[in-house]
T-cell receptor, first 113, second 110 residues
């Protein structure tokens, strides 16, 4: 078991550019979550997949954010027209249905200049 | 009102000085309460899941307990390598989305 992996680990981009992050969950996990975390805060929920279906999105999630999990395996998170306020750590986690604990990847640190 | 409140925000201990971290929650119908450890620049690492009041879990120097309104993470004789941020998350009945607290930053001095 190699755990949850994320790529890239760091991304620096200029304001207005689009960025895409990838998450590979633990292979037998059917649930996949994306979170955003800023300094001094806990992870903030963005969106959640069960297999390939996106079941829930945060009401705080801007239309500039989109996520996919096309074959129920890896997932991508795209941010269009990045803003400085998007600078954060983007975390991916996966879990089985029961038990519900989530296993997190190392995160992607995004810096928007 | 925050659903999950962790206290203290920061805690400094001397090596060997036992203490407890608190996580209070206001959700109704708890599905599960989770404790994670997070090192700087890394993703959270799962520690424990607690499901019902009275439940306890232990791992090395850590022991997590749960009541109807709060959970405690007890750290016995901590070592410098226990220094990290400890996050609590609660999952409400009917939801698969946990809500995280802001964490407690623990520093253990040698």
């Amino acid at each position: 078991d190699t755990g949850v992996s994320q790529d890239p680990r760091h991304k620096i981009t200029k304001r207005g550019q689009n960025v895409t992050f990838r998450c590979d969950p633990i292979s037998e996990h059917n649930r996949l979550y994306w979170y955003r975390q800023t300094l001094g805060q806990g992870p903030e929920f963005l969106t959640y997949f069960q297999n390939e279906a996106q079941l829930e999105k945060s009401r705080l999630l801007s239309d500039r954010f989109s996520a996919e999990r096309p074959k129920g395996s890896f997932s991508t998170l795209e941010i269009q027209r990045t803003e400085q306020g998007d600078s954060a750590m983007y975390l991916c986690a996966s879990s089985t249905a029961v038990p519900h604990e989530q296993y997190f990847g190392p995160g992607t640190r995004l810096t928007v200049t | 009102e925050d659903q999950v409140t962790q206290s203290p925000e920061a805690l400094r201990l001397q090596e060997g000085e036992s203490s407890s971290l608190n996580c209070s929650y206001t959700v109704s119908g708890l599905r599960g309460l989770f404790w994670y450890r997070q090192d700087p620049g890394k993703g959270p690492e799962f520690l424990f899941t607690l499901y019902s009041a009275g439940e306890e879990k232990e791992k090395e120097r850590l022991k997590a307990t749960l009541t109807k309104k709060e959970s405690f993470l007890h750290i016995t004789a901590p070592k410098p390598e226990d220094s990290a941020t400890y996050l609590c998350a609660v999952q409400e009945g009917g939801s698969y989305i946990p809500t995280f607290g802001r964490g407690t930053s623990l520093i253990v001095h040698p």
